[in-house]
């Protein structure tokens, strides 16, 4: 009786291990490349312009553009500017005293906004909190503006009377005169109104990344829910809280609209934050630019280049301190 033999199926090629990217990969990494290499064009083309426009300006005015205060143009018969003196010194002034009130008020009360919404609050009222807060970022500037202005104002002039009362001996909070509205420091804390979402987003989606088994290891060891976060949570998000202050210090030397509503412009340095006087270059750039000639309508595109280097060297500022204080705490 013969026997049949059955043949044995034959063994599956092996799989060539490579290390060249699968064609899927490629694309993805050709798009996301295309897409990163895109906004890096539009920043330049955005210099290239404002260079363009404003560099002549820089070079008659000199260093007076940046140190002097005045902004005028004196026009002859014919509409041409005859004499000019452009300045935004008292601007510049305004814009950090503006942002750098945003800042103090508003990251702490984001930090521990965020710190309340990861580790404190739950179920509805967390997801309740963290969609209102989601959608304050999305709110129009000409809103934040329009509230500080009709709603808000009463109140921080009470609180500018209050601090002015008791902490004038400081000379920041001293006043030539007794007008407190329209002042940096309302012009201030509506900025940090506007920041407290955005930096509230991004503290919180660092802090829910903060390692379990480090969060259990300090429960563990008998720490407290605040022992835990000052121990771990906040070393770990340190790099995120600076880069998230850094995005809204970033925001709040930009804004237009809403320091322009709450603030009086005024064309003089001013370091009191009390007195209603001061300004920041967006508002600067958005009261005259309507009414230019050619040769402010440059004058103004070289503020608006200061203004443009000034917010890189914030975000390169972030850059270096992310890089030197954020891998501590990881």
Known sequence: ????????????????????????????????????????????????????????????????????????????????????????????????????????????????????????????????????????????????????????????????????KYLGFIPIFDLPAPVFERSPFIAGLVLATMIIPIVTAISREIFDQTPLDRIQAAYALGATKLAMIKAVVIPFGRGGIIGGAMLGLGRAMGETVAVYTVLNIVYQINWQVLFGAGGNVASLILLKFGEAGPYEVDALMAAGLILFLLTLLVNATADLLINRFGGKGR
Request: proline share 4%.
């Open 1 to 164: 009786m013969a026997i049949e033999l059955k043949e044995r199926p034959t063994p599956p090629v092996p799989r060539e291990i490579t290390t060249k990217p699968r064609r899927s990969d490629q694309i993805f990494r050709l798009v996301v490349t295309i897409g990163g290499m895109a906004s890096l064009v539009i920043l330049g083309l955005i210099a290239l312009f404002l260079s363009l426009k404003g560099a002549h300006v820089l070079v008659d005015e000199k260093m007076g553009f940046i140190t002097g205060s005045a902004w005028e143009a004196i026009t002859d018969e014919t509409g041409d500017i005859s004499e000019s003196n452009f300045g935004i010194g008292a601007m510049l002034v305004g814009t950090m005293l503006c942002a750098l009130i945003a800042v103090l008020v508003g990251v702490p009360i984001s930090v521990l906004t965020a710190l309340y919404l990861t580790f404190y609050a739950n179920g509805k009222l967390k997801k309740f909190l963290i969609s209102v807060i989601d959608l304050m970022a999305a709110f129009p500037s000409l809103l934040f503006g329009f509230w500080g202005f009709i709603v808000f104002m009463s109140s921080a002039e009470y609180w500018a009377k209050l601090i002015n």
